[in-house]
């Protein structure tokens, strides 16, 4: 469940109904209040994960507003699909006028063009692909941005693609985006897009500072715990590494490694949880992913090649992924 049923005063106002019942029922414990005027049932409420509540949370800001907003920045991206860690502290929206409406706790507000470069996606509208990609390349660090370029190179899997999008102001229809998409949504962008997008920002700093994003970013990177391991490295002075190794196993299929250092013969990975408890992950209970994925290491160890692996602790620990690296027996300069 991505979306449920939003009330407001009005909606019991016009059958006639005390548009005071919702404020007494959130009282009582059995609404929720989404934002000044909104509310849902708790119990569907509580059935909701972060980035669900999040889009509920965009949509009661939408029903309150007199102008439809565009949504932009992570918001946006959450839509695309593209790999931003977290879940967004605000929800961002483009105004045209400076000073039309103020950032506030839970919104902030972007200078922008409500009308170019803008698509719909269900009864939202959002900034295109292109624009969104671009704006947070120029905004985040560089692993992050290098994590969200990385996945807007990628093609969406058939399998993971869920939201759907169209000219902005065209009947929506009844699909109902999702805030949880399992991979990149909508058509990939190409590295010439992108730089032809850099190009055109006003400042030399501002199009070298994108350009090394663009230039260092890979269609290959399989996750956004990959993409910033990637950067992270190359930040640090270590080798760069061939993406998506192939071995083929004992049973004859093949396995591939998120990094392989060929000089060292090291096959590096990035372990993060969700990769254990996707449905679409290995299959079995996750003792037998785990016992799986053991066999699998064990098997291309077998072929000479030795291994380290790391979690989100030790990538954001800028010491111990060091250590951790050096102690596999890569160089770093």
Not at 230 to 237: F, Y
Not at 303 to 311: D, E, K, N
Request: aromatic share 8%.
């Amino acid at each position: 469940m991505d979306t449920l049923r939003l009330m407001q005063p009005a909606d019991l106002g016009r059958l006639g109904q005390d548009t005071t019942k919702l404020a007494k029922l959130c009282t009582k414990g059995e609404l929720v209040r989404i934002r000044r005027g909104v509310y849902a049932t708790s119990e569907e409420w509580k059935q909701l994960g972060p980035l669900q509540r999040y889009g509920v949370q965009a949509a009661a800001f939408q029903a309150v507003v007199a102008t439809q907003p565009v949504l932009c920045h992570a918001t946006a991206a959450l839509l695309w699909g593209l790999w931003i860690v977290g879940v967004p502290n605000k929800l961002h929206v483009v105004t045209e006028v400076v000073g039309s409406g103020r950032s506030s706790k839970d919104v902030a507000r972007h200078v922008g063009s409500r009308v170019d470069n803008t698509v719909g996606c269900g009864p939202f509208l959002l900034t295109d692909k292109l624009r969104t990609t671009m704006v947070l390349i120029r905004e985040l660090a560089f692993p992050y941005a290098v994590a969200v370029c990385d996945s807007a190179l990628r093609e969406p899997h058939p399998r993971h693609a869920v939201n759907r999008f169209g000219p902005a102001g065209v009947e929506a229809g009844l699909h109902e985006p999702s805030w949880v998409a399992d991979g990149p949504q909508g058509p990939a962008l190409s590295i010439d897009e992108l730089r032809t997008a850099a190009s055109l920002l006003p400042s030399k700093a501002a199009r070298e500072r994108t350009l090394a994003v663009i230039n260092f970013a890979s269609a290959l990177s399989g996750s956004a715990g990959e993409s910033i391991s990637r950067a992270k490295m190359h930040q640090l002075g270590f080798p760069a590494p061939i993406l998506q190794k192939k071995y083929t196993l004992r049973d004859g299929k093949t396995a591939l490694v998120d990094f392989w250092f060929k000089e060292q013969n090291v096959a590096g990975e990035f372990d993060g949880k969700a990769k254990y408890l996707r449905a679409d992950w290995g299959g079995g209970s996750m003792e037998e992913r785990l016992w799986k994925e053991k066999c699998r290491e064990d098997d291309i160890r077998g072929q000479g090649v030795s291994f380290v692996r790391w979690t989100w602790r030790e990538l954001q620990d800028r010491a111990l992924f060091t250590a951790l690296l050096r102690r596999a027996g890569l160089p770093q300069t």
